[in-house]
């Protein structure tokens, strides 16, 4: 940043989790939960977002209902960001382990999740049959973006599925943001290592592969670096950002 650097964090992460991080880092502007939002903290507000219509919704928690799952609802923070879910009757062992004691989750009767408004994403948490089925299911709607992620360091612990907006993902947000503060696409780096990277690695004028990044975040690489227990964020900060001015650099 000192050297007239714009630093973004893109993550599919919620508003609550990332703010600490940021306000340690000194960063104000954040790309969320897989490019559904773009907040700034400075203002205080969102520039950019996208939710899923009340269709998408219902059609979201009715297809996780039918394999057995229980559909965790993420609201806008614009009107409160809680996590909204069923009844604890209905949830299985993961999705009671992720929820645990958060203090923002609200219960519904799984007939009025399906009415829910602002919804920015939907994510269900389950075993590996469970949340194959779920994806399959999922992706033949051809409704959503869809990320199945696997139980990994870099992302969900357990076996989830996540639905968001059709054309929405880090890189789409990108786009939108390098466009609004007049930024090329070319003067862009990015470093990511998981799937719901590819987007974000595809779209940026550079991008960067951690050492522990999966097959599908290499393949769309420039270059790979050190992985996340062995600096590679500074390595390629070091390498391909210190000296270029007007860069933006998401992690």
């Not at 790979?224 to 070091?238: C, K, L, M, R, Y």
Request: aromatic fraction near 4%; hydrophobic fraction near 45%.
């Amino acid at each position: 940043m000192a050297a007239g650097c714009e630093v973004v964090l893109a993550t599919g992460r919620r508003l609550q989790s990332v703010q600490p991080i940021a306000a340690q880092l000194g960063i104000s502007t954040v790309i969320l939960t897989d490019g559904t939002l773009i907040y700034d903290f400075q203002q205080s507000r969102p520039l950019y977002e996208r939710t899923l219509s009340p269709r998408h919704v219902k059609i979201g928690v009715d297809v996780t209902v039918a394999v057995g799952m229980s559909p965790i609802l993420y609201e806008s923070p614009i009107i409160g960001g809680r996590m909204i879910t069923g009844p604890r009757e209905t949830e299985g062992p993961e999705t009671a382990m992720f929820l645990g004691h958060r203090p923002d989750v609200v219960r519904l009767p799984i007939v009025e999740l399906t009415r829910v408004e602002q919804v920015i994403a939907i994510i269900s948490i389950g075993n590996e049959e469970q949340v194959d089925l779920l994806a399959a299911a999922a992706r033949a709607l051809a409704e959503f973006t869809i990320v199945r992620w696997h139980p990994s360091t870099v992302g969900y612990h357990h076996d989830t599925v996540t639905f968001a907006p059709l054309e929405t993902s880090k890189g789409q947000a990108l786009r939108w943001l390098a466009a609004e503060r007049k930024i090329p696409m070319s003067a862009t780096l990015a470093i990511g290592d998981y799937e719901n990277d590819v987007s974000l690695l595809a779209a940026a004028g550079v991008g960067i592969a951690m050492g522990n990044a999966v097959a599908s975040v290499k393949e769309v690489a420039r270059d790979i670096v050190a992985d996340n227990e062995s600096d590679g964020v500074a390595e390629a900060i070091d390498r391909w950002v210190l000296g270029i001015p007007d860069t933006i650099a998401l992690d």
